[in-house]
């Protein structure tokens, strides 16, 4: 869930599954997802302000690109049946991606 890397989510949901089958104990799946798709918003948030931060104020210009990205990855998680109590992050990020020119 970082701007930068671009994984499918096929490897993803191998990472998910191989981490959940060597853990000790095994966490409740439902609320272990839930849980990740939150930290992934919070991550996702943090590239993103950092991101605008370093481009922006910083002039350091490399770092826009990770911009959109991160407008995208975010809209895609908010997606989840697990994000639907967070429409304010939605229309947030709604408004990040217009003022990159992203189409919805």
Known sequence: YDPYMDLSQ???DDFLNTY????RTAPDRELFCSRLKVAAV?????AFGAYAKLSVV????????F???A?????????????AG???IGELVDLFAQILGSEK
């Open 10 to 12: 096929e490897i993803k």
């Open 67 to 69: 911009l959109l990205p």
């Open 71 to 83: 407008v995208e990855r975010l809209r895609l998680v908010l997606k989840e049946k697990e994000m």
């Open 58 to 65: 910083n002039g350091r210009s490399e770092y826009r690109e």
């Open 20 to 23: 959940l089958d060597v853990r």
């Open 42 to 46: 919070l991550r996702l948030m943090q």
């Open 86 to 88: 967070y429409p304010l």
